[in-house]
């Protein structure tokens, strides 16, 4: 109910200073709902940062009593692609126009950050549409961007979600599927580079396509960012060198598949590997530091002071 959401967010709020993240769009459970736990929010005086989540651009009633309601809030999104008709296939069948004019509206009543998720491996989504995503970024950022919007791009990985929809009636939805049991699965996850994860290929990308769209895409995504100051120089720097030295790993694992059949041969070829995979996985988790929000979390005094009171008089 809205009233125990709100209980257990002034638990948090009383006992941490930081950003409590709401999962799921509110508007799942009606308007009313929606505008109960925002009420409440206020009603408890919640000064925390709220993130919410937004299946669908927010119209104004609900950006209103966001900005109304919560001291400090940021939203969040995933329109998968920059596509109307990539994006429909995914069940969301809203145009990018208005989910550009919720973005507008939301930064002018004082959304903190707004994020834009885009996805790699969709069905109806080739090579070229997926590096399209990250040129509609930069024409997003550069018409509506002031340092609170950032876009993020990233493969549908490591799997299709088994008993999904998609995953139950792969030919209906485009996918073409590589493991099905949960031993193939199991045994997938102790390959050597994420590629070989995937369990699906789609009508439009295999699985080499679908790698390949995604570090390309990421690293133009980082210029985008270094470009638009959402990243400092040294840290995308460090990002383009991480993504680079991972995906010639990747290239070379393709190697040694291709070209040793000894399973004790391949593993050592494998280990050899292991300080670049390491290098590059501290270089590329610069890129997910900037999905944190930039506000300090701490252990409010006056909640800590409350807590031992309350044991103190228990003894």
């Not at 900005?67 to 939203?75: I, K, Q, V």
């Not at 509506?144 to 299709?160: E, K, Q, T, V, Y």
């Not at 599927?177 to 193939?184: A, D, I, K, N, Q």
């Amino acid at each position: 109910s809205p009233e125990r959401l709100v209980e257990e967010m002034a638990v948090v709020s009383e006992y941490f200073h930081s950003p409590i993240f709401l999962l799921g769009d509110l508007r799942q459970g009606g308007r009313g709902y929606a505008e109960a736990v925002l009420e409440g929010i206020r009603r408890e005086g919640i000064d925390n940062t709220i993130t919410l989540e937004l299946f669908t651009p927010a119209p104004r009633w609900y950006l209103d009593k966001m900005a109304e309601c919560c001291g400090s809030f940021t939203l969040e999104i995933s329109p998968e692609s920059h596509d109307d008709e990539i994006r429909r296939r995914q069940g969301r069948p809203y145009s990018t126009g208005e989910m550009e004019r919720c973005i507008e509206e939301a930064l002018k009543l004082g959304c903190e950050r707004f994020d834009v998720f885009f996805m790699i491996g969709l069905p109806g989504q080739s090579y070229e549409s997926a590096l399209e995503s990250v040129e509609y970024s930069r024409r997003l950022l550069r018409e509506l961007g002031d340092g609170r919007l950032h876009p993020f791009i990233a493969p549908l990985s490591p799997f299709l979600d088994p008993g999904s929809l998609a995953f139950e009636n792969p030919d209906e939805y485009g996918y073409k599927l590589l493991y099905r049991t949960l031993g193939e699965h199991r045994e997938a996850l102790y390959q050597p580079c994420w590629k070989l994860f995937l369990n699906y290929e789609t009508r439009w990308m295999n699985r080499d396509e679908i790698a390949e769209a995604t570090y390309e895409a990421m690293l133009r995504m980082n210029k985008v960012k270094r470009d638009f100051g959402l990243i400092d120089d040294e840290r995308a720097e460090r990002v383009e060198e991480g993504l680079k030295l991972a995906r010639w790993v990747m290239h070379r694992i393709d190697e040694i598949n291709s070209m040793v059949r000894d399973p004790v041969e391949r593993a050592r070829c494998y280990e050899e590997l292991r300080g670049e995979v390491e290098r590059a996985r501290r270089w590329t988790w610069e890129g997910k530091r900037e999905l944190r929000v930039t506000e300090r979390a701490g252990i409010r005094l006056r909640g800590v002071l409350k807590h031992l009171l309350g044991l103190a008089r228990r003894l």
